[in-house]
T-cell receptor, first 114, second 114 residues
Framework: GQQVMQIPQYQHVQEGEDFTTYCNSS?????IQWYKQRPGGHPVFLIQ?????EVKKQKRLTFQFGEAKKNSSLHITATQTTDVGTYFC??????????????FGKGTKLSVKP | KAGVTQTPRYLIKTRGQQVTLSCSPI?????VSWYQQTPGQGLQFLFE???????NKGNFPGRFSGRQFSNSRSEMNVSTLELGDSALYLC?????????????FGQGTRLTVV
């Protein structure tokens, strides 16, 4: 079945260092979404990428969608302690246009040392 | 406006029992999806409901069931609980079918099966 793989599983960085997580899908995606889950919290929607090669920025976060729409990355510049959490990518796995059936990557858990 | 409300927040059950979890979506949202989150398997899709109809179902055994009421509130039921059912159960609501740009996750119900 459809799979979404995410690496690395864990990333420990010093505050101020950059961080990147990568996501690869076994199938072409109509879109890809990114979520952040703080420790003890629930996933919070960050962004959706739809177009091939799309790049979007949110302050220090840069999201990219691959040309083949099978991979994506999230890059954080100059990490801060507030960036701590687990970052998930997810792609639609439903039928008939339904987006509610999301296939999530296992996530990258980011820890930031002050 | 109020967010997605899941009740109860925490639950401890014994193997073989059944459990019912509740999700109240954001007012006006008609789409509700359920996910199971475990350390080993990550976030896995359970069901998606829109207008009281199940639109999609994930790869879970028949012990997992759900429904949606006319006021869009949703419940999921797990019968004959197993230790492996211990997880964080999350629901997400959206105003449309099913646009994750506008989807919001609840805080989740943490179920522990002993």
């Amino acid at each position: 079945g459809q799979q979404v793989m995410q690496i690395p599983q864990y990333q420990h960085v010093q505050e101020g260092e950059d961080f990147t997580t990568y996501c690869n899908s076994s199938t072409t995606l109509s879109n890809i979404q990114w979520y952040k889950q703080r420790p003890g919290g629930h996933p919070v929607f960050l962004i959706q990428l739809v177009k091939s090669g799309e790049v979007k920025k949110q302050k220090r976060l840069t999201f990219q969608f691959g040309e083949a729409k099978k991979n994506s990355s999230l890059h954080i510049t100059a990490t801060q302690t507030t960036d701590v959490g687990t970052y998930f990518c997810a792609g639609p796995g439903g039928y008939g246009g339904s987006q509610g059936n999301l296939i999530f990557g296992k996530g990258t858990k980011l820890s930031v040392k002050p | 406006k109020a967010g997605v409300t899941q009740t109860p927040r925490y639950l401890i059950k014994t193997r073989g029992q059944q459990v019912t979890l509740s999700c109240s979506p954001i007012s006006g949202h008609r789409s509700v999806s359920w996910y199971q989150q475990t350390p080993g398997q990550g976030l896995q899709f359970l069901f998606e409901y829109f207008s009281e109809t199940q639109r999609n179902k994930g790869n879970f055994p028949g012990r997992f069931s759900g429904r949606q009421f006319s006021n869009s509130r949703s419940e999921m039921n797990v019968s004959t609980l197993e230790l492996g059912d211990s997880a964080l159960y999350l629901c997400a609501s959206s105003s449309r079918w099913f646009d994750m740009k506008s989807a919001f996750f609840g805080q989740g119900t943490r179920l522990t099966v002993v």
